[in-house]
C-alpha cells in the first residue's frame, strides 16, 4: 500500500522560507510517477504548486514558480518542498501526493498525505 | 491557466436519492479529467479518473461522464457517508487546476 507522509514546521515566520518533506513508503520514487506538492487555504478550494518526476525534472504552477522549488531524494525515498518569502496567503494545509492513476502520459492524483497546516506568522 | 467551474456550490439531497454533479472546463481537456471526495479533516480522495473510470475500490454508485468541456459525476444512491465536498480536476494542460467545490448535503 503506498503511503506518503509531509512533515516540517507548522509554524513560518513571515518573508522566511516554508520547507516540508515527503516520505513515501510501499513504493519507490525511483520507480517512476511524478510526485507533487498541493495546497489548501482554510475554507477553500485546492492549488496544485508543482511536480517532481524521480530524475528531478519538474514542472510549477507559474503563480507560484518564481518562489518555489521542488527536489526528490531517492535515496530516501522522499521529495521536498521550498517556498520563499512567504505571506499570509500562503497559509494552507499543504498535501503531498503521487501522480499515478494515467492515461497517455497524463495522471491524476491517486495516493495522498494525510496533509500539514502551514500558518505563516508576522 | 484553464478555469474549472464546478455547479452548484451546495446541493442538498436526501439519503437514498441520486445527486447529480457537475463540471464545466473553460477550453477543452478532453477525457484528462478526475473528481475527487473531501470529508472535513481528510485529504481528497480520487472516485474517478479519465472522466469515467472508478479508481481501485471506488463502489459502482460513482459514475462520471463527459468528456471536453463538460463533465458530470453521479452517485446513484446516497450513503451517510457520500456527504463531502466533491472537487474536479483537469490534468490535460498544465497548471492542472481544480473546481472551487460543491458541497454534498444532507436535505
Known amino acids: 500500500q503506498v503511503q506518503l507522509q509531509e512533515s516540517g514546521p507548522g509554524l513560518v515566520r513571515s518573508s522566511e522560507t516554508l520547507s516540508l518533506t515527503c516520505a513515501v513508503s510501499?513504493?519507490?520514487?525511483?520507480?517512476?510517477?511524478?510526485w507533487g506538492w498541493i495546497r489548501q487555504p482554510p475554507e477553500k478550494g485546492l492549488e496544485w504548486i508543482g511536480s517532481?518526476?524521480?530524475?528531478?525534472?519538474?514542472n510549477y504552477n507559474p503563480s507560484l514558480k518564481s518562489r518555489v522549488t521542488i527536489s526528490v531524494d531517492t535515496s530516501k525515498n522522499q521529495f521536498s518542498l521550498r517556498l520563499s518569502s512567504v505571506t499570509a496567503a500562503d497559509a494552507a494545509v499543504y498535501y503531498c501526493?503521487?501522480?499515478?492513476?494515467?492515461?497517455?502520459?497524463?495522471?491524476?492524483?491517486?495516493?495522498w498525505g494525510q496533509g500539514t497546516l502551514v500558518t505563516v506568522s508576522s | 491557466e484553464i478555469v474549472m467551474t464546478q455547479s452548484p456550490a451546495t446541493l442538498s439531497v436526501s439519503p437514498g436519492e441520486r445527486a447529480t454533479l457537475s463540471c464545466r472546463a473553460r477550453?477543452?481537456?478532453?477525457?484528462?479529467l478526475a473528481w475527487y471526495q473531501q470529508k472535513p479533516g481528510q485529504a481528497p480522495r480520487l472516485l474517478i479518473y479519465?472522466?469515467?473510470t472508478r479508481a481501485t475500490g471506488i463502489p459502482a454508485r460513482f459514475s462520471g461522464s463527459g468528456s471536453g468541456t463538460e463533465f458530470t459525476l453521479t452517485i446513484s444512491t446516497l450513503q451517510s457517508e457520500d456527504f463531502a465536498a466533491y472537487y474536479c480536476?483537469?490534468?490535460?494542460?498544465?497548471?492542472?487546476?481544480f473546481g472551487q467545490g460543491t458541497k454534498l448535503e444532507i436535505k
Open positions: 517532481i518526476y524521480h530524475t528531478g525534472n519538474t
Open positions: 477550453q477543452s481537456v478532453s477525457s484528462d
Open positions: 501526493a503521487r501522480k499515478g492513476s494515467c492515461s497517455g502520459g497524463r495522471c491524476s492524483f491517486d495516493y
Open positions: 480536476q483537469q490534468y490535460n494542460t498544465g497548471p492542472y487546476t
Open positions: 479519465d472522466a469515467s
Open positions: 510501499g513504493y519507490s520514487i525511483r520507480s517512476g510517477y511524478y
